[in-house]
């Protein structure tokens, strides 16, 4: 079973950036795929980057696609997520989470079996 932390959340003007880091414990992580959420109040927890189990691919929904940027590295058992050009409607908590399995089809938080406790990320205008 992998366990997650989040870390790097913080206050960010308008166009900065923001890396995140998520620390995973437990054998597993490294054939597991993992995704980053975002959850803004009053709003469903959704999607912004999810990778497979090698970091060959990865996949991003249009509303961060080519702003943020998901990688891992698995002797560390770390997950990355940078966070350019920031927009205050990025303005949420963001957790990481590890998948049902490997690859990158894992869209809905339905799929994910483990998660962090978030980082809050404020983007002001």
């Known amino acids: 079973q992998v366990q997650l932390v989040e870390s790097g959340g913080g206050l960010v003007q308008a166009g900065g950036s923001l890396g995140l880091s998520c620390a995973a414990s437990?054998?597993?992580?490294?054939?597991?795929?993992m995704g980053w959420f975002r959850q803004a109040p009053g709003k469903e927890r959704e999607l912004v980057a999810t990778i497979s189990w090698n970091g060959g691919r990865a996949y991003y929904p249009d509303s961060v696609k080519g702003r943020f940027t998901i990688s891992r590295d698995n002797d560390k058992n770390m997950l990355y997520l940078q966070m350019s050009s920031l927009k205050p409607e990025d303005t949420a908590e963001y957790l990481c989470?590890?998948?049902?399995?490997?690859?990158?089809?894992?869209?809905?938080?339905?799929?994910?079996?483990?998660w962090g406790q978030g980082t809050q990320v404020t983007v002001s205008s």
């Open positions: 437990g054998r597993t992580f490294s054939n597991t795929a």
């Open positions: 989470a590890a998948a049902l399995g490997s690859g990158t089809t894992y869209y809905y938080p339905s799929q994910y079996h483990t």
